[in-house]
């Protein structure tokens, strides 16, 4: 079975951190850039941060840059989320998609939302609370 799952959330304090991991199962993940979304309750979904399928390229959301990391670890087909400095604000169901870009875009990725771009794979989320 292909999937992608998210693990790693939980309630954690304003200041605290957080790591999330995306795993592929049934496929390797080495071949896509990986993107982070987050969706609140009542707000649209927002790309959050991506790492290209090479590993050189990432981006980030202006609001979390600073304080959010990404990494890939292609001997466990995992990209993680490190998450430092947490905020109320970020407070979401985090989504993991996978978006196949080799040859030339292997050092490239980008935060596009859906509907406006059409991902292969999503995870199922995990839920993220930061509260005191």
């Known amino acids: 079975q292909l999937a992608l799952v998210e693990s790693g959330g939980g309630l954690v304090q304003p200041g605290g951190s957080l790591r999330l991991s995306c795993a592929a199962s049934?496929?390797?993940?080495?071949?896509?850039?990986v993107v982070w979304f987050r969706q609140a309750p009542g707000k649209e979904r927002e790309g959050v941060s991506c790492?290209?399928?090479?590993?050189?390229?990432?981006n980030f959301a202006d609001s979390v840059k600073g304080r959010f990391t990404i990494s890939r670890d292609k001997a466990k087909n995992t990209v993680y989320l490190q998450m430092n400095k947490m905020k109320p604000e970020d407070a979401a169901v985090y989504y993991c998609a996978a978006d196949r870009l080799t040859g030339a875009l292997q050092a490239v990725c980008h935060m596009t939302t859906p509907p406006e771009y059409d991902y292969d794979y999503w995870g199922q989320g995990t839920q993220v609370t930061v509260s005191s």
């Open positions: 790492i290209s399928s090479s590993g050189e390229g990432t």
């Open positions: 049934g496929f390797t993940l080495n071949d896509y850039a």
